[in-house]
């Protein structure tokens, strides 16, 4: 039986939505892996959104809190607002009681993955914050720590991401993911689905 791993997200503009269609390439390429793109509901009216200049959703299919438990693993990606993940993905999360209260996610690994409008943003508050919600289902987070080797250590232009998770900077929301973070995200949904698989394997 496929290992499963879903990659759960919420993306306003666009930018965590790029970073999730790589993080879902990389987890698909380990063998005996089926990765699956989910969004989580959206909370704002159309009305709101509109005003926004949010752009459609696409045709990402929509999950409910019980299809967690499905999965075997998980990449949870989230824009930041004011430092942690917004509210949008804290609203789905708050829907999760019923799985709390039987531990159906205890132990299965979970990796972040987030974009901030700069550096300063939150890139890594957002992932220290959002590993609270990971704990009371007994989830265990998996860091991509320093595996993505040279990358990491990109000096000479502007990479969001961290030993945390995959990460973009959106700016203004003009600025797209470059090449070296989708590289990262890619990576990350490469090393947690193997990491997964393992963890399946051993059960």
Sequence with gaps: MATKVYIVYYSMYGHVAKLAEQI????????????KLWQVPETLP??????????????????????LANADGFIFGFPTR??????????????TGGLW????????????????GSQGGGQETTALTAIT??????????????????GMFEMEQVKGGSPYGAGTYAGDGSRQPSDLELEQAFHQGKYIAAITKKLKEAA
Excluded: C, W
């Design 82 to 95: 004011y430092g942690m993940m917004a509210a949008q993905f804290k609203a789905f999360l708050d829907a």
């Design 46 to 67: 159309e009305e709101v959104l509109g005003k926004m200049s949010a752009p459609p959703k696409g045709d990402v299919p929509l999950i409910t809190p019980n299809e």
């Design 133 to 150: 919600q990971l704990v009371h289902h007994g989830m265990i987070f998996v860091p991509i720590g320093y595996t993505f080797g040279a």
């Design 24 to 35: 879902k390439k990389g987890a698909a390429s380990v063998e005996g892996v089926e990765a």
């Design 101 to 116: 209260r039987t531990q159906q996610l205890a132990g299965k690994p979970a990796g972040i993955f987030y974009s901030t």
